[in-house]
């Protein structure tokens, strides 16, 4: 695995409490539950949780700890075989010279000239690369509408805070 980040060290970590129903539920391959606990983490990462709307601000994302952020990918991408995570978004977006409606088509959140829905999220081994963790930006229950609409200023404020946090080698 091309990962810089291994269980042994996963295990010695101090934040193995935080994340261990992450890293079960990936280890698991239960992406669906692992896709939303990892908006869970991200929300109570930064307070929003402790909001009634439940939402990542710009400030949220822009400020978001770089530790938590490379962590919550390595555990992604080293239970994925590296197919899911922060980073292959990001390395897809860079490849579409940040184009979101291209990394969105190249990863499967947008088919021809309609945004999926929820429930066509890919939740297996066969889903394209990039396609998880797609959930930390919205809830489950809000209209494809709103997430096309908005779904690319978030993104693009994290893979800059990815870009700062973890740039491309």
């Known amino acids: 695995m091309s990962t810089d980040f291994s269980i042994p060290d996963f295990r010695r970590s ?34 929003a949780n ?17 530790q938590d952020l490379v ?3 390595q555990l992604w991408r080293y239970f994925s075989d590296e197919r899911f995570g922060f980073h292959p978004i990001y390395q897809i977006y860079v490849e579409v010279n940040k184009d979101y409606t291209a990394l969105s088509e190249r990863v499967g959140w947008r088919r021809g000239s309609k945004w999926i829905g929820y429930n066509d999220v890919i939740f297996t081994d066969d889903a394209p690369i ?3 963790p797609i ?6 229950t809000f209209w494809m509408y ?11 404020l994290l893979l800059e805070r990815w870009e700062v946090c973890h740039p491309l080698k």
């Open 14 to 47: 101090a934040q193995v409490s935080t994340y261990a129903n992450l890293y079960d539920l990936l280890r698991s391959k239960r992406w669906k539950e692992a896709d939303i606990e990892t908006r869970r983490l991200m929300l109570t990462i930064v307070g």
């Open 50 to 66: 402790q909001k009634p709307d439940c939402l990542l601000t710009q400030d949220n994302i822009q400020q978001f700890p770089c």
């Open 71 to 73: 962590y919550i990918d």
């Open 130 to 132: 990039g396609h998880l």
């Open 135 to 140: 959930t930390w930006l919205v809830p489950t």
């Open 146 to 156: 709103w997430l096309a609409r908005f779904a690319s200023v978030g993104w693009r």
